[in-house]
Structure formats: structure tokens, C-alpha cells
């Protein structure tokens, strides 16, 4: 199972499972916002990072 989270300069989300959860919580670090049209908008030296999990 692929988990995302954004990093930041100064930050680091949590991992999520999946990657429109990821978006919704960038806000919190300062990674990025949704704009109107409901497209995720990273901030400027914002890094997107995956991993993978075992499946249980």
C-alpha cells in the first residue's frame, strides 16, 4: 500500500493512505492549499513523499 505525506523546509505531515487526504491536510503544515476550483496548490518548495507498506 502506497502512503504520501508533503514535506516542508521546516515541517513534515503525517503519513495518509491516500493522496487526496494528503492534500486536504497540507494546510496544517503549510505545504498547500485548495484553490476554488478544487485543485491542490503547493507551496514553493514543497516535496511530495510516498512509501510503501506492507498490506495487511
Do not use: S
Not at 493522496?19 to 494546510?27: K, P, R, S, V
Request: no cysteine; net charge positive.
Amino acid at each position: 500500500m502506497t502512503q504520501y505525506r508533503f514535506v516542508t523546509r521546516n515541517r513534515a505531515g503525517k503519513w495518509y493512505a491516500t493522496l487526496a487526504e494528503a492534500q486536504q491536510q497540507a494546510n496544517r503544515i503549510g505545504a498547500g492549499f485548495t484553490d476554488a476550483l478544487g485543485r491542490f496548490i503547493a507551496y514553493r518548495g514543497t516535496i511530495l513523499e510516498m512509501r510503501e507498506t506492507p498490506a495487511t
